[in-house]
């Protein structure tokens, strides 16, 4: 990763564990100072002191991503340094149900984390990057945000907004020197989804997921990560015609159908 074009410091937002962690790691190793932010401390503290004995330096910060204030208490560990990448990374969801019945907090706080804070963080640290002429912003998005899917309604709908948002500010910033990446991400084997009781035995690593965004930066607006089958779940999801056949038959699955549907992902890419 080019230092002196995205450097000196790099802010990463969800960044202590799973693919944020894999950012952390891979951005330290090509010197990169960082500013980590996640809610719990513990795991924030262990990943920089690794990152320190290996001679970076990092800056932690505990906050919630879905609270209103956020991006203040992020501002009061950066203000004073040059924030030259931007990688926006948290914000799966944990908490599925209809949308008419779920309570009003979780989408609220899906919302908040990919629709809300991605654009409030892709202002306030995109605005000197365009005045450098130089810079780079990944917004993480999903698979899921190619199609509304039941019992994920704010969450695929928030990451398609992401999508479309990064496309724009793609063909805003780009000419102005600041590169601009919505990397779409498939069933990754985080923390976050072993948590979940998913079967991450069938799902791509975080390492090989930060690498492709870190190493596609420029080529925008859109990576899709090339683990068998996402691209052609993303054409088979993304058809304009026939919504409501495609989103029949394209849902999301209960949770427990998980590795098998990461398993048919990959055989229908292998033609088998
Ligand atoms: N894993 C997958 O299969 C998959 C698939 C498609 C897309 N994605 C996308 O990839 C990104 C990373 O996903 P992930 O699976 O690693 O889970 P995640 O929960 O989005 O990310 C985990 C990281 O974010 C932090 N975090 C979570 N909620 C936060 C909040 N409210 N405020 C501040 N920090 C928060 C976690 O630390 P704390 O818990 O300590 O806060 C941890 O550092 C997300 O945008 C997700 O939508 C993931």
Redesign the pocket.
Known sequence: MDLAKYGPWALI?????????AFARQLAADGFKLVL????PE??EELAAELRGKGAEVRVLS????KPD?LDHVRAVTDDIEIGLLVY?????NTRGNFIELPREVPD?VIA??VLGQTEFARHYGAPMIARGRGGIIL?????GYLGSATLAA?TAA?AFSRVFTEALWAECQPLGVDVLHLN?????????ARLGLPIEY?EA?ENVAREGLDNIANGPVWIVSTKGNLEQAKRTSIVENRAETVRAFQIGPREDTGKAAIEQEELANGS
């Open positions: 937002t969800g960044g202590s564990e799973g693919v944020g962690a932010v996640a809610r719990k795991p924030l906050a919630d991503l879905s956020v990374n948290a914000g799966a969801n706080s984390i990919n993480t998005g999903s698979l899921g969450y990451k991400i498939g069933f990754t084997a985080t923390p976050a989804m799902a975080p």
